[in-house]
């Protein structure tokens, strides 16, 4: 009996799960960030091998970043103000096709592929997943977050005391042991988006989403093109 009631458990929560998140082809809500963002710069890492698993990742066919309109609208107010201060944003990855995020899955479990260790340079591979930095859904699929950081005017690099995807407590936001002029230019990144309507998390500095997204429940799938 225990069993069945098992079973009916587990059943009746993939229901729910299935209910509550859908795919989506569905691109007529996005614009490339470039077309309301004229001064951005971009490294979409993503679309190069220069990433975690050394190699071009699936749905990324072009080196274009995609927002929802309103995720691109606020952006827009992030950089207005960081303009004011005399910086532009550098942006490594917006929208993420869930054939990405599947992708990263894909790496994870295949054991002859430990990709670029750069990127985890102290943990296991398998560490990725119980950390946290790897799982089977991300937000920005849902393509109102976006990863990015500071250059200055000229496009000299603003130093963050770490960089993009470093698996590591190095990026986690509040992390003690950098500079204090590091730990000033993540606050003035980070309080610029907050300003702007975004929310940070507690494990990577470069990382925000839209407070309040559009498609808090959809992911989207469609490539990058």
Known sequence: MKKIFLITLILFSFI?????S???????????????IDDAAYDIRYYSSNNF???RINGYNTPIAYMTKEGAKALSLAAANLRKQGYRLLIWDTYRP???VDNFVVWINNPNDDGDKDFYPDLKKSDLVKGGYIATKSSHTRESTVDLTLIKKDGSFVDMGGTFDLFSEISHPDYKKITK???KNRKILHDAMINAGFEGIDSEWWHFTLKDEPYPDTYFNFNIQ
Do not use: E, H, L, W
């Open 16 to 20: 729910n799960a299935s209910v509550a």
């Open 22 to 36: 859908q795919i989506s082809y569905d691109k007529s809500d996005f614009v490339p960030v470039y077309t309301v």
């Open 53 to 55: 698993t050394g190699n």
């Open 98 to 100: 869930q054939k990405a």
């Open 181 to 183: 002029k590091q730990k």
